[in-house]
């Protein structure tokens, strides 16, 4: 038995053509499922959340991977962009477009934008300042003006996704709105920031050439947009149109899923930005396309797209803390222990005052145009803002790796270091800033609904955000027909004042012009649950 | 503007390190929207079914493609074995498991593992038999008897994708569980007997060498379904101890997708058959862990696995048209058509001749152990049986990429020639025995509830093969808490009598011992739909 075994061993590895990547993905398989039941045990801890529980399982993998090779390598994959722009970001910011409540969204728009734009472009110039003035003092000189842009680029970069765990739409709904969706465009103007940075002349700077850099920003800011808004009309229309819901939920789910990945390879297939395209492409399907289905393609869209999110941003931190121990990198820095940990300081001190300078000014900005009092952002309010935007990420991580390696592997010195401090960086605040955000909101902001014990042990798990987002804790069913019907709320029924006339007449304009058209709530007949041809035939 | 713009394209071309796969990545998506639309509005046709659709929309963008590249490549991606073993066929093969009708598959299971295994047997043995006999005879004269027993195999292996299109589960469900899971088995068996063949020294076969064939053979099987068992139980031991319904929909979605994934991923580890692991472990999830979860939670994994399932074959048979158009194995072929007309016409010959081998007997033999004549399979259901397995699909193409192909090339000519052969089989069987399957059955089993020209222009289609999986014509509410209570139905009534008395023990060893401790109907407190945290704390 032994010999033929053998030799069926032999022939089904050569089969299998590499056998070590079925190693590497079962690995990773196994523990999505332990962050996932981890994160379930600890999801009552005030603390804790499901990204640093996902995180320090990374990293302590990565020791015994480390440990186990030798002190050979630590990572089974080392880290790709492309495995992270193309197959995990998109899935993740599609849903947050999807799941968002886009009244508090628009309702908060031009502050959001100010934040998101003009407030990374702040944060950005801060950070290169900082740096320029303080790197060569630590004794990094082999880098010129364009480097220094760039790391102002990647660490104005803050991680949207560990934002959205700390917050709950439902008890902060301003803050959520305003922080997440400060995310989201901050993502995508830290990417076309950098690489914008990448391709200018920077030593023959003049201001025709801003002029060019600022134009160029806002052309692909509105196409990017204009792609994902006629994306999901498109399949708003095509599904209204075809009628798939008398055929099939699973066509129609199929369509949205493929429709929406389409909208962000097309952006990326145009160099345009695929985050802002997916997100606005999200928002328009969340309007239009998911009224125009089944009740079943409804049910389960809302949770395959929220799943879909939530193992893909539990993948990135497993990942991220699996490959902290970049080996190769850290040899670099074993000799000049002091730099790094210099370098490091440094970044995060930069990334405190990036934030600051522009989230107190901009809300200042925001608070002059608002009459109401209670429209306006308290200081406490600021404050939370400031703090929950601390966290650097995945995004931040993908853009070093980009700028200082090739390939994921480096030669040079001062490259190797700026990694492993982007790595310190991501860590640290993540860790540590996303630890102390909890508490602070419970010291900021006591909510006078709950006790202030139970109000916010919830916030932190995608299960409470997910169900905040779908409406999930009040009646499943009506609401399933009637999304955007909220309850009555103090501080939401104060928020929901009709201050924005702007609003009011793109309801008008939605009304009488595009549900029509493209269908959306109220616009399409009632389809009960499944197909029913046998009644119709 | 342009000057800038064109820079930013450059460094962002820089930045996005392979643009290529973007653009076929865009295409694929593009293409698989198309195939939807294009499937949605054949659906009425009498002919037509999705495959062949997307088949043929593959075979067409193959054409543009070689024409747009001047003759040189007609493929954006080489077909990969890998590609189709790891990610491809399992959702696949798991939701086939997850959907298929319980009672049905264990109430035929030993005329299923009788067609499944000892017919792929006699088939792989007549066809390599067939081969060895004609192919000298036409000038093929470099291949050894490993080849000529590789071809057997690789010509034994059904296509189950498109076999379940052409029948359906609510009108014939004797015949859908048997040539379902015949092709199932029978993809398993294909597989493992590729393997083993060619790993064996066939120039000295001896009794003992047998033997350990078969010896390994059932090891192998065995082990397999018991860790695609032990995995299914797994996971509704732990979704019932942890009881992921009272937080999160999303986590128990996750943790059905990731555990059903990591038993596919186990097997391949341990080279075991991760098609049967995961096929019973699409069943066990099916009976235990989908029983305790939240409502929302089973409709979600219902249609997202069923989605997920029908995405990927069709982009199966999009890429298996898009790769028929190989040029670089066509162009050893032209040199003389004559024979590799010859060639493909005798695989087709055998396949026909295997299946019938096999089919016609041991329907004898399994007719012979039924008392119940009502339950013997008739002449013309036989007849439906050998026709409906006669399609070839990517299991073929996958096999023989492997066998004749290094990394996707060859350059001995009788390889190439069997690549187009296989390709000329695939295509052709599921063309036009895939063409003529419906009309097939609407001639030799005249339906007596619907008149004959409704009730067979429906099944071709996924939407009507999972609905009917899953019920969908019934009331859904009521389907999705007791899923398997069944309208009375003339065929199926005579079909459910009691005459299997080990499904009876079973039955109550399940109610006695399995359901208390793994949850599954009626045994897990009914929940009616998102988690309802707030009225328990």
Not at 95 to 113: D, E, H, L, P
Not at 189 to 215: C, E, W, Y
Not at 435 to 452: D, N, S, V, Y
Request: hydrophobic share 45%; glycine share 8%; net charge neutral.
């Amino acid at each position: 038995m032994e010999a033929s075994s053998a030799a069926l061993l032999r022939a089904q590895s050569l089969f299998m053509s590499d056998h070590q990547s079925v190693v590497s993905l079962n690995l990773f398989v196994a523990l999505l499922c332990g962050c996932i039941v981890t994160g379930h045990l600890l999801e009552e801890n005030r603390w804790m959340n499901e990204s640093i529980t996902a995180l320090l399982i990374g990293l302590c993998t990565g020791i015994i991977i480390l440990l186990v090779s030798g002190m050979k390598s630590s990572h089974l994959l080392v880290f790709s962009e492309d495995l992270f722009f193309i197959y995990l970001l998109p899935p993740i910011i599609f849903n947050a477009g999807f799941q968002v409540k886009k009244k508090q969204f628009f309702r908060n728009f031009s502050t959001i934008m100010l934040f998101g734009a003009v407030g990374t472009l702040i944060s950005c110039a801060v950070i290169s300042l900082g740096v320029i003035l303080f790197f060569k003092k630590i004794g990094i000189d082999s880098l010129d003006i364009g480097d220094f842009l760039a790391i102002g680029a990647i660490f104005a970069a803050t991680d949207s996704v560990c934002t959205l765990q700390v917050l709950n739409q439902d008890e902060t709904p301003l803050l959520y709105s305003l922080v997440f969706g400060e995310g989201v465009v901050n993502d995508a103007t830290s990417v076309v920031l950098f690489n914008a940075l990448q391709s200018f002349d920077l030593n023959h700077m003049d201001p025709k050439i801003t002029l060019h850099f600022i134009g160029n920003f806002l052309y692909l800011f509105f196409t990017s947009t204009m792609l994902g808004v006629l994306t999901g009309l498109l399949s708003a229309y095509i599904i209204k149109k075809l009628y798939f819901g008398r055929h099939s939920t699973d066509r129609e789910v199929a369509l949205m899923i493929l429709m929406a990945y389409l909208s962000y390879t097309m952006a990326e297939l145009f160099y345009l930005s695929g985050i802002l395209t997916v997100f606005f492409c999200g928002i328009v399907m969340s309007h239009y396309t998911w009224h125009n289905v089944t009740e079943s393609s409804r049910v389960t869209t809302k949770h395959a797209f929220a799943t879909l999110s939530f193992i893909t941003e539990t993948f990135i931190f497993l990942y991220v803390g699996m490959d902290a121990l970049d080996i190769e990198k850290w040899r670099f820095v074993s000799n000049r222990p002091g730099t790094s940990i210099a370098i490091s300081g440094v970044l995060l001190a930069l990334v405190l005052v990036g934030r600051a300078a522009f989230v107190f000014p901009l809300s200042f900005l925001s608070n002059l145009g608002k009459k109401n009092p209670s429209e306006r952002i308290s200081f406490r309010q600021q404050v939370i803002i400031w703090w929950a935007g601390l966290m650097r990420g995945a995004v931040s991580m993908a853009l070093a790796y980009n700028k200082f390696t090739s390939a994921g592997h480096t030669h040079v010195r001062d490259n190797a270091i700026m990694i492993t401090s982007t790595i310190t960086v991501v860590l640290f605040s993540t860790m540590v800033f996303g630890l102390m955000t909890k508490p602070l909101i419970r010291l900021l902001l006591p909510q006078p609904k709950h006790g202030a014990g139970t109000s916010f042990s919830d916030p932190s798990t995608p299960k409470s955000l997910v169900n905040s987002l779908l409406g999930g804790e009040r009646d499943s069913e009506g609401e399933l027909l009637l999304p955007e019907i909220s309850r009555p709320d103090g501080l939401r029924a104060l928020l929901t004042t009709p201050t924005s006339t702007v609003h009011c007449y793109w309801r008008k304009f939605d009304d009488a012009f595009m549900r029509p058209v493209f269908g959306g709530r109220g616009f399409v007949p009632f389809v009960p649950g499944s197909p029913t041809r046998r009644s119709e035939s």
